[in-house]
Each structure stands twice: as C-alpha cells, then as structure tokens.
C-alpha cells in the first residue's frame, strides 16, 4: 500500500491543532479563566468571578492602569453606599494598558449577563481614541478574541500591531489553562486580598489594614515619580501621540460601539477623563488634547452619556496626590473617588 503523501499529514496534523486550539479556548470561557494573563497585576479582571454574587453589581470601573490606581471599588462603594442609603458593590475591571477597542472588549466580554452592572465608569483619554492606539499590540494580547481577528489584522496592516500577534486568540486558551494551573489565583495574596475583598484595584479604604497597606505601598513606591519621569515624560509625545488622529478610527469606533450597546441594555455611563500631573499634560499635545474633549462631548450628548473631565488645573498641580505624573497615589484615589462618587449619584445611580 502506498504511503499517504506527506501534504495528508500535515493536513491531518493541523486540523488536529485547530480542534485543539478550539476546545480549549471554549474550555477556558467556560471555567471563566480566559482573562487569567498577567494574572498578579491588575487583579481587576479576577475579582468578577472571585466571589459568589447574591446582588447585581452597580458599578464596574473600566480603563487602564490609570483607573486601576485612580477609582478603587471600595473608595466608590463607601461613598455610595452613604449617599444610597444601601451596600452598593463596584468591580474594577482594568486592563493594564488599553485603547478604546480593548474597553469596548472588555465590558463585551468580561460584564455580560448576570455580571452586567448598573452603570460603568469609563476612563477616557486622548492616549485611548487615537487612531493609532498606543502599545496596541499589548492589547491584543491581553483581550483580543477569534472574532477580533478581523481587527487586529486591519491594524497590522496599519502598522500598529506584528502580524504575528494575531495570532494570540487563537493561542488563549491553552496559554489561560496553563496559567490558571501553574499559578492559581487563590493562591497570591494580593488576589486574595484586592479581589475577593475589596473588589480590585490598587488601593482599598475599607478598614484600619486597608489604610496601613496603602500607606506601605505608597512609601515603597516613593522612587516611583523619579524614574517613570525620566523614563515615560520624554517619550510621551513622540510614542503615544506618534501619527495622532481622531477620525473614525479602530479606538473610537469601538468606544461609540460600547456607548450604544449600554444604551440599549439600559445601563448609565460615565466618561471621566482622569487627572494626570502638570509635568505629563505639557507633554500632551494641545490640539489632541483640544480634539478629545469635543469629541468625548459629543459622543457623550450622541449616545446618552454623561462626560465628566476632572482633569483640571487645580488636579494637576496636586503633586502630593501622585504617585508618579501620570498615575495617582492613595490620598489622590480618595479624593477622586467622592468627585467620581457625586456624579454617579446625580447621573447614573440616581
């Protein structure tokens, strides 16, 4: 008997793959571990599924490492609660660096069904709606799905991503589960202690040991503002606003996309453009800067939004509520969240 010509085998050898590949991404979202990368930082996508949830969530926080500093759950949650007359419960749900196509993955993928909240806090920035999203790829990585594909190849072929990196969805699966054993989540303390208890976030304001670990926290980052200024300030205009447009593009589109789709589930939503320092807003070119907030303006009148830019000069000279230019520290987080809190009372929870 002849021998099957070798092209057979190496088809039957990649169909084998792709059945592979499959069965374990729809393994991995059905054991709700699809989002396990970078599973010790940001905690925030593991404290959806932490817990067993006897109430829906009011609020989920979505954005980048910005939020994940600037808006703590249990800061919003203290602040509600008071001003609702009932426990209220807030998730973060922050990526580690994202444009307005990861935000818009993450509240489809992450925040559906009985984890949809009532209402979802939006970082916005002008970093997230270029054209050109910053660190794209990184993104992809981190949230992309198979039906991304699409999308992913649209920005290789832009330039923004490898062409390779499109291949990561297909690749989730297996990289989830073997994360997911190798280094299960209830296993790292920090897990344990932001995500099961304090619903995400870098910082918690529940109680006395809250208090004691941000305040060690912040002193051991002291050295934080020096280095990240002399390493991210001088990139800034040249990186993240490198060929710096708002016109339709991937970002924007998808950010209007999660706009309609809020709407039509019924859940409110706040844009809130976060303070970033002095030193880092003269890195930030004017007219970009300019053209996000009519932007963020409009989107937010389309679609039924409320915009809220706290991004404000008396915000950025408070150098003592940052940790570094671009990210704030715990006494920051504090204050911001009540600003935050106020508008979700008067906007979206009301």
Known sequence: MPAEPYDAHLGAL????????????????????????????????TALHAVDRRAPIDVAVVGSSRAHYALPPSALDACLSRALGRPTETVAVNRMRASGWALDLAVRDELAGSLRPRALVIEVSPEMLSDHPFDLASNVVA?????DLPD????AGDGDVPTATCARPLTRGVESLAFTLARPWADHAHLTWMAVHHGGGQYC??????????????TASAARWDSRAARVLPQVAAQRFRDWSLEGGMASRHLEALLRRARTDGQSVLLVNLPVS?????????????????????AATRHGATFLDTNTPAWQAARSRFLDPDHLNAEGASVLAREVCAALVDDALH
Do not use: K, M
């Open 14 to 45: 990649l169909g084998w793959l792709a059945v592979g590949l499959a069965g374990a991404n729809a393994l991995s979202g059905a054991l709700q571990v699809d989002g396990n990368q970078a599973i010790a930082w940001p905690t925030d996508l």
């Open 143 to 147: 949230a992309a799905r198979t039906r």
């Open 152 to 155: 992913c190849l649209a920005a």
């Open 205 to 218: 304001f529940d109680d006395a040991a809250c208090d004691a670990r941000n305040a060690a926290y912040d």
């Open 278 to 298: 002095a030193d880092y807003q003269a890195q930030v070119p004017e007219a970009a800067y300019a053209a996000t907030l009519d932007w963020l303006d409009a």
